[in-house]
């Protein structure tokens, strides 16, 4: 059973250039959470999803952040018009329902903001 | 609004001897609490989680206690290794319709050999 996927695992852009990071959550699992990881600092809640459903987004900026979770394919994270105070790790977590339950974490996106 | 705080950010023990990082959360309403490990560079990874239900877990080397009057939350590590060293990290799950986790600020732990 394959873990959940992250990827690309590094990605680098310029400034004002798009950032999309793609999710793919363990088998079963209909519960997506993006959290966002500055260096040398704890894990940020960024938004939650289910499958086509946005269920908080309370932690995402207002603007240039969008998530999503089509009812096929991976969750994504885009970041358009991306700045420097962008550059940071991306972890996804799923988990395989609400409540108390463990999330499992990917890998991560590491984005660098040029 | 939800708040975890984690204590403290560094600790370095002497291999063999005992390791415990506290945090203590805002929302009463909180019902899970999990501990992730996250070496450098890796993913964070669960260790250890207790439930509002429970006052104390134990897992070989591991344990975390509850104390749900008082909103702490406490793991313990035992006979400490050079592995274990890592950064931990504490969270609280909020009782509300998004099941997020509020994450506290993490404890870089060093085990001296």
């Known amino acids: 059973n394959a873990g959940v996927m992250q990827n690309p695992r590094h990605l680098v852009r310029r400034r004002g250039q798009e950032a999309r990071l793609r999710c793919s959550p363990m088998?079963?699992?209909?519960?997506v959470y993006w959290y966002r990881q500055l260096p040398e600092e704890g894990l940020k809640f960024m938004v939650y999803?289910?499958?086509?459903?946005?269920?908080?987004e309370s932690g995402m900026p207002k603007e240039r952040f969008s998530a999503e979770f089509p009812k096929e394919g991976p969750s994504i994270l885009r970041i358009q018009q991306v700045v420097r105070g962008d550059s940071a790790a991306y972890f996804c977590?799923?988990?395989?329902?609400?409540?108390?339950?463990?999330?499992?974490f990917g890998p991560g996106t590491r984005l660098t903001v040029l | 609004g939800e708040n975890v705080e984690q204590h403290p950010s560094t600790l370095s023990v002497q291999e063999g001897d005992s390791a415990v990082i506290k945090c203590t959360y805002s929302d009463s309403a909180s019902n899970y609490f999990p501990w992730y490990k996250q070496e450098l560079g890796k993913r964070p990874q669960l260790i250890i989680d207790i439930r509002s239900n429970v006052g104390e877990k134990k897992d070989q080397r591991i344990a975390v206690t509850l104390n749900k009057t008082a909103k702490h939350f406490s793991l313990h590590i035992t006979e400490t290794q050079p592995e274990d060293s890592a950064v931990y990290f504490c969270a609280a799950g909020p009782m509300d319709s998004s099941y997020k986790l509020i994450f506290g600020s993490g404890t870089r732990l060093l085990v001296r050999p």
């Open positions: 999803l289910q499958k086509e459903n946005i269920i908080d």
């Open positions: 088998k079963g699992h209909s519960h």
């Open positions: 977590a799923s988990s395989p329902n609400r409540g108390g339950n463990e999330q499992f």
